[in-house]
Each structure stands twice: as structure tokens, then as C-alpha cells.
């Protein structure tokens, strides 16, 4: 049984501690900790069988029982706890994004070298079954060359204000995921980036310096051209959608709802509404992300989301951020230029 720590207490930590404690065979969470520890996040910890709370993660970092690390604090924490938590031999699954800031990323891609520790970065929907579904098919060739991939991805109502200025953007924030989609679904890389965006939901988004409605197109190694479309509203529901088409065939997935049922009469045919955000969608996804992360400690195999996947959906958003600002298509190599990579 392998013993763990949580740092960060917030949506995605208690995300991750019901899922370990209900859902994961060969885990358990002995301590969370957060800054902001308070009576009510205790009685929780406690309720799902947690040994230990604290405010201070260097009390997880410094016990030998624990093995690995869920860094689930903010995003400026998850780069120089990722390397405390390395270089104090834990095997370490990291919440999107590493950081925004690449250098950072590259410093954490060391120590994970010097290390020799297990690292996972948290796209969890890899893990979801319809998009994994999706990616066995495409591996196993039967949609033949593939030619055009399609992803949708639309939030049911936008974050806050607050939040979109320290998120780093649409690009880096919302489509990181479909950056990560498209390599996943595919298994080729981004060598080309072109991005529009606009402001039709919120125009204090644009007052931020962001866009809320964005359509971007990847031409990959592999020959294929993929078409992501974006939009921080959408009024009915949390959107999800992919398709990839090939010289064998297409194969598509659409959204889970609370039902299939269909109710068909004289005035129109009526189906449930997506699924209204991402916790409800995802959270078997989240259970078997964690529960794969400790198979790779327990079978020392390789973790399947690693520090490089965790790179390179970041490079192709800078690539989208500054295609989108310039107007102009931006290679990959020229970003990776930039960063000595």
C-alpha cells in the first residue's frame, strides 16, 4: 500500500481525496496539508480516513512512510514544490500546468532526471473513457492515415474575472487541455499553430487582455490538420466533443449526460443537457489517473502523462497566444527556439 500526501486542500485536493479513498486499491492519503487548514477541510480529511492534517507541506516532504506527492496547490506553487518534493524522494503527480513560465518547466524536467522519481502531470482526460476510446481506436489504425481531427471544448459559464487575469490566458488555461488532446489522440506533435479569438462573452474578459471565444488550427508531423474551437459559455452545458477522421474512417465521441433517454412527441425530440461541468464529466477520470500514477510506482514502469507531456501542450499555447496577438501562423520551432529547446 502505498502512503501519500496531498498538498492543497482546495476543489481538485478534495477531488483527489475521495477518489483515493473510495476508488484507488493500492493507495492511501496519510496526511493533507494546506496553508488554510481549517476545522471544516479536518472534519473532511477526516471523514475519508486521513491520518494527519497540517499547514505546512514540509511535513509531508520530510516523512519517510510517504512515497509520493499530489500537488494540488496553486499554479505558482507546482514547479518549486514539484522539485522540493523530487529532491526529497518522492514520486510526484503534478496538477496542469507545471508553470507558464517554460525555464520553469525545463528546471523541473532536470530534477526529474537527477532524480530517477516517478512524475505525472494531471490531464485527466486521457483517462476519461470516451476519448480513451477514441485513442485505442486511432492506435490500432482503424481510421486508417489520419487527415483531420476536430475537438470542441466549451465551458458552461466563464471563471472569474479575478481568476482569468493570473490564469495566463485562454490558451494556457482552457485549450492546454485540447493541446493535450490533440497529441494524445493523435501521438503526433504540433508543428504549426494558427489562432483567432474574440470577445462575445464577457467584455470585461477583453478588458483583461484575454479572449473567451477562440478557434485554433494545428498541422502535425504527421500530416494531419486539427481544428480545436473554444468558448468559456456555453448555455447548456459543459461541451466535450471529438472526432478523429481518416482515409479508413471517422471515429467521434460526444458528451456524457445524467441520461440516454429521449423523449420524442409531436412537438420536437428532447435529450438530457450535457453534463453541467467538468467534476461531474471527469470524475471517474480523475480515480483512474491517480490509480495508474501509483501502478507506475508500484510496477516501476513509466507514469502515462509525463514532465515532457506536461511541456509541450504549454509550448503549442505560447505558439496560439502569440499567433493570436500577431496574426500570423507560428511554427513550434520557432517557440522551442526561443527557449533553447
Known amino acids: 500500500m502505498i502512503k501519500v500526501g496531498i498538498i492543497g486542500a482546495g476543489r481538485i485536493g478534495h477531488v483527489h481525496g475521495e477518489s483515493i479513498s473510495k ?3 493500492n493507495a492511501t492519503v496519510k496526511t493533507i496539508a494546506d496553508p488554510f487548514m481549517n476545522e ?3 472534519a473532511w480529511a477526516k471523514s475519508i480516513g486521513v491520518e494527519k492534517t497540517t499547514k505546512d507541506y514540509h511535513d509531508i516532504l520530510s516523512d519517510p512512510e510517504i512515497e509520493a506527492v499530489l500537488i494540488c496547490a ?3 506553487q507546482h514547479a518549486p514544490v514539484s522539485i522540493e518534493a523530487l529532491r526529497a524522494g518522492k514520486h510526484v503527480f503534478c496538477e496542469k500546468p507545471i508553470d507558464h513560465d517554460v ?7 532536470s530534477v526529474v532526471k537527477e532524480t530517477g522519481k516517478k512524475y505525472q502531470v494531471g490531464f485527466n482526460r486521457r483517462f476519461d473513457h470516451n476519448f480513451r476510446a477514441i485513442h485505442e481506436a486511432v492506435k490500432a489504425g482503424k481510421v486508417g492515415k489520419q487527415q483531420i481531427i476536430k475537438i470542441t471544448s466549451r465551458d458552461p459559464e466563464p471563471p472569474p474575472i479575478e481568476y482569468v487575469k493570473v490564469s495566463g490566458g485562454i490558451f494556457m488555461d482552457m485549450t492546454i487541455h485540447d493541446f493535450d488532446m490533440v497529441r ?3 501521438g503526433s506533435e504540433a508543428e504549426e499553430v494558427f489562432a483567432v479569438g474574440s470577445v462575445t462573452v464577457n467584455p470585461e474578459i477583453g478588458k483583461a487582455g484575454d479572449v473567451d471565444t477562440a478557434v485554433i488550427t494545428l498541422k502535425l508531423a504527421n500530416g494531419a490538420t486539427a ?5 468559456r459559455a456555453a448555455c447548456y452545458g459543459y461541451d466535450q466533443r471529438a472526432e478523429v477522421f ?6 467521434a465521441i460526444s458528451n456524457d449526460s445524467d441520461s440516454n433517454a429521449v423523449f420524442s412527441c409531436k412537438d420536437g425530440v428532447i435529450a438530457e443537457k450535457p453534463m453541467f461541468f467538468f467534476l461531474e464529466r471527469y470524475m471517474a477520470a480523475y480515480a483512474r489517473e491517480i490509480d495508474e500514477f501509483v501502478e507506475a510506482i508500484v510496477n516501476n514502469t513509466e507514469t502515462p502523462v509525463t514532465a515532457n507531456d506536461g511541456l509541450q501542450p504549454v509550448l503549442i499555447g505560447l505558439a496560439a497566444k502569440k499567433s493570436c496577438e500577431e496574426g500570423r501562423p507560428v511554427t513550434l520551432a520557432e517557440i522551442k527556439k526561443e527557449y533553447s529547446l
Open 184 to 186: 494524445y489522440l493523435s
Open 74 to 76: 496553486s499554479t505558482d
Open 246 to 251: 481518416g482515409t479508413e474512417g471517422a471515429i
Open 23 to 25: 476508488f484507488v486499491k
Open 227 to 231: 481544428v480545436i474551437d473554444n468558448c
Open 103 to 109: 525555464e520553469k518547466i525545463k528546471e523541473v524536467l
Open 40 to 42: 471544516k477541510i479536518e
